[in-house]
């Protein structure tokens, strides 16, 4: 489904050059959730927009489903760290508004706007304004939003960092229930281990800038999984133990 070959990237601005990512090679299957982590800085942002389409890598390929990547795509939906709602736009325009940016045809998707309200516990809300919504029920609107084309592909970047532990928590198991049921391809960018491994198929671990693949951890626990499941904690506390290592060891990269 992804392909990432060879990517690298650097920025120069002004006099400085930062080396941000050095070959990257990645893998994902079709209906795979990878969780990416890494120390801050290490590129998993830049990574993300790069198979995204934001951003043009500055060697190397990117494809999906075979495609090159040149520019974003309807197929690859994209949830940001923070909501980035529109105050003016009440919920269901909120949602909507990637139709509106691509000239599609609103009224056509407007069912299913209402039907990912639903699927994500947002019935009802329509038409309330962001700053009715807590931080939570914010980001299920974002959710939706990034949803709302039914892409095949959907890029997280670190969407829960901002909110609370039980907060996070909830949302965690949302999103895994929803990209089980829509059957979505997953790159998650997240800081925290818990979340990685909860959530991932696949944990890649990268290492300080230059960020490199420097190891993948893969996670075998069925689903649904629940946090309070002995099953999950045991492979939690596994898992979590061995990305520690790799985290916290020295980079003797070069």
Do not use: Y
Request: one cysteine or more; charged letters at 25%; glycine letters at 8%.
């Amino acid at each position: 489904m992804i392909v990432v070959n060879g990517v690298s990237k650097i920025f120069t601005t002004n006099s400085n050059v930062v080396e941000a990512l050095r070959d990257i090679n990645l893998a994902v299957d079709e209906g795979e959730f990878v969780s990416l982590v890494g120390r801050s800085g290490c590129g998993k942002s830049t990574l993300l927009r790069i198979i995204a389409g934001l951003v043009p890598p500055s060697e190397g390929s990117v494809r999906v489903e075979g495609q090159d990547v040149t520019k974003p795509r309807r197929d690859v939906g994209f949830m940001f760290q923070r909501p980035a709602l529109l105050p003016w736009r009440n919920v269901l325009a909120n949602v909507l508004l990637p139709v509106e940016v691509a000239r599609g045809d609103r009224k056509a998707l407007a069912s299913r706007a209402h039907d990912l309200l639903a699927l994500v516990g947002l019935n009802g809300f329509e038409k309330a304004m962001p700053r009715e919504l807590s931080g939570g029920m914010q980001q299920r609107v974002s959710l939706c939003r990034a949803l709302i084309n039914d892409p095949k592909v959907l890029l997280m970047d670190e969407p829960f960092g901002a909110l609370d532990a039980l907060t996070r928590e909830e949302l965690s198991i949302e999103v895994q229930r929803i990209c089980a049921e829509t059957n979505k391809t997953v790159v998650l960018v997240t800081h925290s281990i818990e979340e990685a491994v909860f959530l991932g198929d696949n944990v890649v671990v990268m290492t300080p800038r230059p960020g490199r693949i420097l190891d993948q951890v893969r996670i075998s626990s069925s689903r649904p999984r629940s946090w309070a499941s002995e099953d999950f904690n045991d492979e939690l506390a596994h898992c979590g133990g061995r990305l520690r290592e790799l985290l916290f060891q020295p980079s003797d990269v070069t």
